[in-house]
């Protein structure tokens, strides 16, 4: 599977993006999630969907304003992310993992990564 992420860019607080992520090969056996990684920072979890899509988990920091989802037809992920905040800056990367076992937060846990696309949130 290789991931493509994109999307990213540098908005005002309050405001919104929308992220992508284009994937090739067996897409919809995969859940999919975001991390990001602020400079000088860990990279965190974000954000989780199903390979079916049934489920979405959160990180709290961003429930209520960011909305994953997924179109298994076209192999393409989507973090809508509304409300931003500067604290929200970061480089967000897209991951899957073909096996559900181990913590969802785990950066450990995924078989593949996009490349990154960066998030810029002006105060």
């Known amino acids: 599977v290789q991931l493509q992420a994109s999307g990213g860019g540098l908005v005002q607080a309050g405001g919104s993006l929308r992220l992508s992520c284009a994937a090739s090969?067996?897409?919809?056996?995969?859940?999919m999630s975001w991390f990001r990684q602020a400079p000088g920072k860990e990279r965190e979890f974000v954000a989780q969907?199903?390979?079916?899509?049934?489920?979405?988990t959160y990180v709290e920091s961003v429930k209520g304003r960011f909305t994953l989802s997924r179109d298994n037809a076209k192999n393409v992920m989507y973090l809508q992310m509304n409300s931003l905040k500067p604290e929200d800056t970061a480089v967000y990367y897209c991951?899957?993992?073909?096996?559900?076992?181990?913590?969802?937060?785990?950066?450990?846990?995924?078989?593949?990564w996009g490349q990154g696309t960066l998030v810029t949130v002006s105060s």
């Open positions: 991951a899957a993992r073909f096996n559900p076992v181990g913590l969802r937060t785990s950066t450990r846990t995924y078989d593949y």
């Open positions: 969907i199903t390979w079916s899509g049934g489920t979405t």
């Open positions: 090969g067996r897409f919809n056996s995969y859940d």
